[in-house]
């Protein structure tokens, strides 16, 4: 129940100190050396995960060259284990760095007379090309392997020559004419001929040489017409294209015509998964004709054909310049789509609507007239209806769904027709895996647009009350109780909940449902502000967990839902917000005892820390507010006036204490912003929940500041306009800033002296905020991108916690390495592009003797560098001039640039201590650690 940071480290690897990286080494190596094979076999294979653990320039080349050494030296078995190696640690192979060496031993073994041996020698050169794409003798030895007599060797010949083809222009121009005389020699086997044609399609480094190879594959395609030798021919010569770009329109028009002409069945599909592959690289490029020779396919009798006819459309309507050339409901794409919609196969129906879905939803984009657009809708119906009511088919039924979440989310107007349209089919008895799709699709569209589906409420709970009810199946509808739970709290807004008969409905649910159900339903009330119901919840399930980790977290959440309940209460606003800062102070502590070293939580942390920094600034303010009545001007007041020169100050402790009180909004709201640079993974929603709340501290900051301070001049803070248009959560929380400041501007700012009536509305706004819906992110709960930074710093003092010694008027080097770890979806929200080094010293203590002749140099050093990762990687070199004698800490910090080059503090930082002594033979070697 924790939020689970997917990665593909363990969580042994991540919490085992680097220092290990030695003793790890040292222990393959002893496996290396033993005399028995087994073990040597064990060592070899273990070394891809000490990749992975360490992935550090002198590891890593170390490591290869002992297997080098294990390469040259040992059986054919061992060799087969050290190729595999090679080839499952392709992206650390640019980290060898005595490329030669390792080369020389490996390419000792071409001379065995073995042709197995050297076999082996030539798949592992092939599967290191990228690191040597330029060696002459093993190019060399591919030529000559490849006219060998032993078929083993003349096909690793024939790996190696495919790898370095890739990598070398000047191997790939130097073998296209032998690789063409062996292809049309007629000493080659057959077999051998459809290895060596797909060696072709990476010979793409110049135009020359690809317009050469691209007409040696077209001439050979009416001299080979076998199935086999069209389909390889067709397959390279579409790879070739792809790389090129400049020949995908003539090689459309080759695939089009070897689909329409050539009858065979392996053909016509091999021709569609490549044209479905030409479209990805580049729809745009694709000839005006070749659609429409291509809807004419579509419209054959074979389903199976029809079927991929349509995949490739799919592909190329996601192109704007497709979509808007056959937008109009008299082309053919469209004719095609309408006729195929109601298709008996429902995958082919499936199909068409999806092509219909995106071509609609790039005409609500573009803001163009789609004519025609009802019927296109009725087809989408249709197909819906038609589906619900068999209730067999769940992949077009989901695929279905998907296309009209999408139309609703381009055109919101057709929420409505949507939702009706799916909730009616749900209070139908249907399948429990189709309740869940509806109750999942609902779910996606209430999500977009408050109140779309409000109006089905009783319906819900309708549905909730037959599915408790009925205990035969309680297990099967478990997904759909919670996909129910989670619309209900969608349609009721947190402030009207306690005004509704419907708590005993969820309760009910929570009845018959498992644990883990009552876990979701209740993140699900916590992410849509209804926290009441969390913590009934919540209260119910710390007892009932595997360990103290769940225990302390379901507590949190406990504490954290009591808190918020109780902002909402109807005694007096002090009252609440000290109850609610009493619950967060619980929560801080529940949610330290809850993170692991594998699970930090740090985000979690500091999201609650920041809260309820936020309700003690507004408990401060109304505290400030009410000290109005009871705290009256001292009677010195005019004379602080002409002393100060601020007008003000006649109002005594108040214009002080609401100036103090603008001091920590904004302090509150640079927290906030901080918070929001390190959430590198989080998702867009998760970001917007941070952003608003830093808009909230803005903006009270600023309505303070137009009553305490004087001619103040500032413009209230905007919030993002795109805001609005997001989720059903960040609607929520938009609408109370919106509320809180519309509040603001009921009253006057322009008349200075401090009234009641300028205090009244300040406690106007806090009522506001603290009756508005906060809603816990998605990143509070779930984790779907994990990103990470390793560092490793040289040099390292020989013992953790001693000083370097660098002598007096020296420069320090320091270099930096590291290497970006990534979950299990690399990517999903933002990349990383860039990482920015920060280097910087401060002088810490000076000596006895110096420190009270001068104050020069006490200043620290700021140096800073931006590398680009390399297969994950980077390495940077600073050189640190220390000014100062004395005692000095070094920090590096990293931090990590996206696509659009904004900088995200994600960390890590890692210090040195310094020590700059006058004598420099009292200085310690320092040592160099992985």
């Not at 044209?275 to 074979?302: C, E, F, I, K, Y």
């Not at 009493?582 to 809850?594: N, P, S």
């Not at 710093?793 to 970006?820: C, D, F, H, M």
């Not at 800073?864 to 000014?883: E, K, N």
Request: proline share 3%; net charge neutral; with cysteine.
């Amino acid at each position: 129940m924790l939020p689970v940071r997917v990665s593909t480290f363990s969580d042994a690897v991540l919490g085992e100190p680097e220092q290990d990286a030695n003793s790890a080494l040292t222990e393959l190596d002893k496996g290396l050396r033993s005399g028995r094979v087994g073990e040597q076999c064990e060592a070899i294979v273990r070394f891809p995960r000490l990749f992975e653990k360490y992935p550090f320039p002198i590891l890593i080349n170390s490591s290869f060259l002992k297997l080098a050494d294990v390469f040259r030296v040992g059986n054919n078995f061992l060799r087969l284990w050290v190729l595999r190696v090679c080839q499952q640690s392709e992206k650390h192979l640019d980290k060898i760095l005595n490329i030669d060496e390792f080369v020389r031993r490996v390419f000792s073994v071409i001379h065995s007379n073995d042709p197995v041996a050297r076999a082996l020698t030539l798949r592992t050169l092939g599967s290191v090309a990228n690191i040597i794409p330029e060696r002459q003798q093993v190019h060399h030895s591919i030529r000559r392997s490849l006219d060998s007599h032993d078929a083993v060797e003349v096909e690793a010949a024939i790996y190696a020559a495919m790898q370095f083809a890739a990598q070398s222009k000047s191997f790939a121009v130097s073998m296209c004419n032998k690789i063409s005389h062996m292809i049309q020699g007629l000493a080659t086997p057959a077999h051998m001929k459809l290895q060596l044609i797909p060696i072709l399609q990476h010979m793409h480094h110049d135009t020359s040489t690809a317009a050469m190879v691209r007409q040696l594959c077209t001439d050979l395609l009416p001299k080979y017409p076998a199935q086999d030798f069209v389909v390889v021919t067709l397959g390279t010569l579409t790879k070739l294209a792809s790389a090129t770009l400049v020949e995908i329109p003539n090689q459309v028009e080759l695939l089009l015509d070897y689909l329409v002409n050539d009858p065979r069945r392996e053909v016509q599909l091999c021709v569609l998964q490549c044209l479905h592959q030409v479209a990805q690289q580049g729809a745009h490029l694709w000839p005006d004709t070749s659609v429409a020779s291509l809807v004419n396919v579509a419209r054959g009798p074979h389903p199976a054909l029809v079927s991929c006819a349509l995949d490739v459309l799919i592909v190329l309507t996601r192109s704007a310049a497709v979509c808007n050339a056959h937008a109009r409901s008299d082309s053919e794409l469209m004719e095609l789509c309408q006729d195929t919609s109601y298709s008996s196969n429902v995958v082919i129906a499936t199909k068409s609507i999806k092509i219909l879905t995106q071509v609609l939803c790039y005409c609500f984009t573009e803001e163009l007239a789609s004519a025609g657009l009802d019927e296109r809708l009725d087809a989408v119906e249709s197909l819906f209806l038609l589906l619900a009511c068999t209730g067999t088919e769940a992949a077009a039924m989901r695929s279905v769904l998907r296309c009209i979440v999408n139309l609703c989310n381009v055109q919101k107007n057709l929420c409505p027709r949507f939702v009706q349209l799916i909730a009616t089919c749900l209070v139908e008895d249907t399948a429990d895996w189709c309740s869940a799709l509806l109750c999942e699709a609902l779910g996606a569209i209430g999500g977009m647009q408050q109140h779309s589906t409000e109006a089905f409420l009783k319906y819900f709970l309708k549905k909730l009350n037959q599915l408790s009810s009925n205990e035969n199946s309680a297990q099967d509808n478990t997904h759909t109780k919670v996909m129910l739970c989670t619309l209900v709290f969608q349609c009721v807004s947190a402030d009207r909940w306690l005004t509704l008969g419907d708590q005993s409905t969820i309760e009910s649910v929570v009845q018959s449902t498992n644990l883990w159900a009552n876990y979701r339903i209740a993140r699900s009330a916590a992410r849509y502000g209804h926290f009441g119901v969390c913590a009934r919840i919540v209260s119910q399930l710390h007892e009932h967990v595997s360990s103290e980790n769940f225990h302390f977290w379901l507590l949190t959440l406990e504490e954290v839902s009591a808190g918020e309940a109780s902002l909402r209460g109807a005694s007096a606003v002090l009252d609440r917000l000290g109850a609610a800062t009493t619950h967060y102070y619980k929560a801080l502590a529940a949610i330290k005892a809850a993170s692991t070293p594998g699970q930090s939580l740090v985000f979690q942390t500091e999201y609650l820390r920041l809260r309820c920094e936020m309700l003690q600034c507004l408990s401060q303010l109304v505290a400030t507010c009410k000290s109005f009545c009871t705290a009256p001007p001292p009677a010195i007041s005019a004379t602080i006036v002409q002393t100060t020169r601020d007008d003000l100050q006649r109002f005594g402790n108040i214009t002080n204490r609401l100036r103090k009180c603008i001091k920590e909004f904004q302090t509150c709201g640079e927290l906030y912003w901080k918070l929001y640079q390190s959430a590198f993974d989080a998702d867009i929603s998760s970001l917007n929940n941070i952003q608003i709340l830093q808009h909230m501290c803005a903006l009270m900051a600023h309505n303070i500041e137009c009553v305490a301070v004087t001619n103040h001049q500032g413009d209230e803070p905007a919030l993002d306009a795109s805001l609005q248009k997001s989720c059903l959560e960040t609607q929520l929380m938009v609408q109370c800033c919106q509320r809180a400041a519309l509040t603001a501007r009921s009253i006057d700012k322009s008349i200075k002296p401090i009234t009641h009536l300028h205090l009244e509305c300040l406690m106007k706004q806090v009522e506001v905020i603290l009756e508005g819906s906060l809603c816990l992110p998605r990143f509070f709960f779930q984790v779907l991108q994990s990103t990470s930074v390793k560092l490793a710093v040289t040099p390292q003092p020989r013992v953790n916690g001693e000083y370097l010694s660098v002598a007096a008027g020296s420069q320090l080097a320091v270099k930096v390495e590291g290497v970006i770890q990534h979950g299990s979806r690399p990517g999903h929200f933002r990349s990383v592009k860039g990482v920015l080094l920060t280097l910087s010293s401060q002088l810490t203590s000076r000596p006895q003797a110096t420190s009270t002749d001068t104050k020069s140099g006490d200043g620290g050093v700021v140096l800073w560098q931006s590398v680009t990762p390399h297969r994950d990687f980077f390495t940077a070199q600073f050189l640190l001039a220390l000014g100062a004698g004395g005692q000095h800490t070094v920090t590096v910090e990293a931090a990590v640039q996206d696509d659009g080059g904004n900088v995200w503090t994600t960390g890590p930082r890692q210090t040195l201590n310094v020590k700059s002594t006058d004598d420099a033979s009292t200085s310690r070697t320092p040592r160099t650690s992985f």
